[in-house]
């Protein structure tokens, strides 16, 4: 979903117009295409068709192509740049991202998800913000449970906000740059981040889990 948006917003601002349903579907379909084919699935062919499976009803429960061209211009009206490659560089670490969208007020990331984050403690919108010299920062999240429902939350910097910004992102990308340097990994926890947990990460058995 979070491609076909892109795409079809790329279309719009290139020649006027969104995806049709048809080109729409069609984009779904290459991008689960190639996506299962850069995934590892090993000798479980059954592993491999019940993700197909479960994606294909997760993604038809939710994607409405007729409905795609509307939800877009009502959330990025005078989007300007699509998928736009940063390379900038913090502390003297050099810094690649791409920002899935930004417009002449806004510097937009879209998340699939089912919980919503702060868009004034987000790293990731930090960085495009500054990167783009944005003073407002917006979060879209297509939030998945039983249907697809779109919600936003922006954040708003003043000009002292942006100068104080640029100081954190120094302060705390030099930190982590030093910590990878010095080999020092903090270890996190589940109640820091969902990602701590055996079918998240890899390294579970060997940290959290190996004392708890």
Known sequence: MHH????????K??????????????????????NAGDVDWGEEDQL?????QRLS??????????????????????AEGIEEEINIEIAGVPIKGFIDLY???FVTDIKTC???????THFQLDIYQHAKQRKKGRLVYLLRDKGL?????????????????????????GQVARGISMEVFPPITPA?????????????????????
């Open 4 to 11: 076909v948006i892109e795409v079809s917003t790329a279309c």
């Open 13 to 34: 601002v290139k020649r006027g117009t969104h995806l049709s349903p048809a080109e729409a579907e069609e984009v779904l379909a290459e991008w689960v295409g190639k």
């Open 48 to 52: 491999k068709k019940t993700s197909l």
């Open 57 to 78: 009803g997760w993604s038809n429960r939710l994607f409405k192509p007729a409905e795609l061209g509307s939800m877009i211009d009502q959330l990025f009206p005078d």
């Open 103 to 105: 417009d002449g007020m």
């Open 114 to 120: 089912t919980k919503r984050a702060d868009p004034g």
């Open 149 to 173: 429902t779109v919600d936003a939350a922006t954040n708003n910097r003043t000009v002292q906000g942006m100068k104080d910004l640029e100081k954190y992102l120094e302060w705390t990308v």
């Open 192 to 212: 820091q981040s969902w990602m701590c947990s055996p079918r998240y990460c890899p390294f579970y058995s060997k940290c959290y889990g190996k004392y708890h």
